[in-house]
């Protein structure tokens, strides 16, 4: 089992930034791939960013590209999200997910956080 704690979130101006943190509880967090997905209001669930286990290979979504940063701390079983020039588009509930394949389908994630809100003001 894998267990994830997402924190980091809160209130921001247009244009600043936040930074992200999911601690996992599991001893062999570098054999996991993370990933980060988002969900607003009456919207679905949609990938962010994800990196690989060793941290060699990120992925991002096409909206945050240039924005978002993802990165991992092994050592720490810590993923980040450090998010930038964020936009009120961006105002959503973060989750991290562990999965065992580097992916940005949400359906190969097996293991969740229970989120963190982001909201940003305009």
């Known amino acids: 089992q894998v267990q994830l704690v997402e924190s980091g979130g809160g209130l921001v101006q247009a244009g600043g930034s936040l930074r992200l943190s999911c601690a996992a509880s599991v001893r062999t967090f570098s054999s996991y791939a993370m990933g980060w997905f988002r969900q607003a209001p009456g919207k679905e669930r949609e990938f962010v960013a994800a990196?690989?286990?060793?941290?060699?290979?990120?992925y991002y979504a096409d909206s945050v590209k240039g924005r978002f940063t993802i990165s991992r701390d092994n050592a720490k079983s810590t993923v980040y999200l450090q998010m930038n020039s964020l936009k009120s588009e961006d105002t959503a509930v973060y989750y991290c997910?562990?999965?065992?394949?580097?992916?940005?389908?949400?359906?190969?994630?097996?293991?969740w956080g229970q989120g963190t809100q982001v909201t940003v003001s305009s």
């Open positions: 990196i690989s286990g060793v941290g060699r290979s990120t």
């Open positions: 997910a562990a999965s065992t394949y580097y992916s940005r389908s949400y359906s190969q994630y097996d293991y």
